[in-house]
């Protein structure tokens, strides 16, 4: 944009000529995938057919502008990152938070987090709040309190002074509230069932990692596309809110929460039979003989092949 580069009327006439061409193999590969995808949205359609049509648009998009070749791997997670993080931060609330998981019953509890820079306003605190007692349901949140710095939030604060009066008596069997959480680790503990997430990558592939459906909230970022990716196209999610945005004036009611944390909770659902499944696959595919495997075999002998590594 703004560069002193021209580019000439010849070369733009000849590009728009082999856009336009009827019988051009890209026009025909592009109606192709475009077949497939709205099968895939469609019931018995597989809902991994969009994830499979953007590699391979990128794929061909690399093959007909000569771009480096796209090799899929993953899921690619750090189990350990967040329980670093938080023994070093905070050691006793750390032992706090997993004994009290360890001593609820299995797939009972909701975790809500919503990443390093999720945050909210005390009247949206007080509806997620309302909504999680309307539930009925056991409940660890990580709480991240907005400020009007966008890159400070407060973590540390008397919780009675910011929920509704008498919630955290009520609640005190069957929640634990804290700040900085070691995300992954809970995730993996046996009493959660259920993630109220941001819906940023890496806490969407650590969820599903650990076969637990979600419920988005997105707020930055390309939280909103994640959110409907899953929701919509893929069906491994419940959704909550799919357009929300950090520091706006929106307040999703403690009513709303509470109805998406029951459907979240559910045992029997479609959405948790996806995620459990789509859990084993993601796991499949890291081991000996997986797509992410072979995937990365395929890129080691393409690097030899061209001399890369000489």
């Known amino acids: 944009m703004f560069s002193d580069e021209i580019v000439k009327g010849d070369e733009i006439a000849k590009a728009v000529k082999c856009l336009m061409e009827e019988d051009s193999e890209v026009r025909k590969r592009v109606k192709d995938m475009s077949v497939k995808s ?28 000569d771009l480096p070749p796209v090799y899929p791997v ?16 905070n050691p006793k609330q750390h032992g706090e938070i997993m004994k009290w998981l360890d001593e609820q ?47 400070k939030q407060i973590e540390n604060i008397e919780h009675k002074t910011i929920l509704p009066e008498g919630f955290l008596d009520r609640t005190r069997r069957k929640g634990f509230i804290c700040g900085w959480a070691p995300q992954v680790e809970i995730l993996a503990n046996k009493a959660v069932g259920g993630f109220v997430s941001h819906c940023g990558w890496n806490s969407i592939l650590e969820g599903l990692w650990y076969g637990l459906p979600i419920l988005t909230w997105p707020l930055y970022a390309e939280q909103q596309l994640n959110a409907f990716h899953l ?33 979240l909770m559910e045992e029997d659902s479609e959405v948790r039979k996806k995620v459990r499944d789509t859990s084993l696959k993601s796991r499949k595919a890291l081991i000996t003989g997986g797509s992410s495997y072979a995937s990365i075999g395929h890129w080691i002998e393409t690097m030899l092949a061209s001399n890369y590594l000489l």
């Open 38 to 65: 709205r099968k895939a949205l469609i019931t018995g359609g597989s809902s991994y057919a969009t994830v499979g049509h953007w590699i391979e648009t990128i794929s061909l998009i690399s093959t007909y502008h």
């Open 74 to 89: 993953g899921p690619l997670i750090n189990h350990k990152i967040n329980q670093n993080i938080m023994k070093s931060k």
């Open 105 to 151: 019953p299995e797939s009972s509890v909701v975790f809500l987090c919503f990443g390093s820079g999720g945050c909210f306003g005390v009247p949206q605190l007080k509806e997620i709040a309302l909504g999680l007692e309307r539930s009925g349901h056991r409940f660890l949140w990580s709480i991240r309190i907005a400020t009007e710095d966008v890159f």
């Open 231 to 263: 929701v919509k196209e893929l069906g491994l999610a419940f959704e909550l809110k799919l357009d929300s945005r950090i520091f706006n004036d929106e307040i999703v009611k403690g009513d709303e929460i509470a109805k998406g944390v029951k459907s």
